[in-house]
């Protein structure tokens, strides 16, 4: 059972060794284009809601 957890892992550590890892700038570059985006989608998500849930308010009270 060791044997094949060790040949588990040996493997996973060839493959990690295998990895073309990102360099630093790339790395800062990409985590630059998601943190902005994802802020980008929560503000446009957050207009959505609050717009759409104006709107119900707006209609409940009209009937």
Known sequence: MFDRI???FSGVRYELKKVN???WDELKSSTTV???FSIFVTLFIAIVDLGVGTLVRKLIDWM
């Open 6 to 8: 060790k040949e588990f």
């Open 21 to 23: 890892w990102p360099s």
């Open 34 to 36: 998601v943190l902005v």
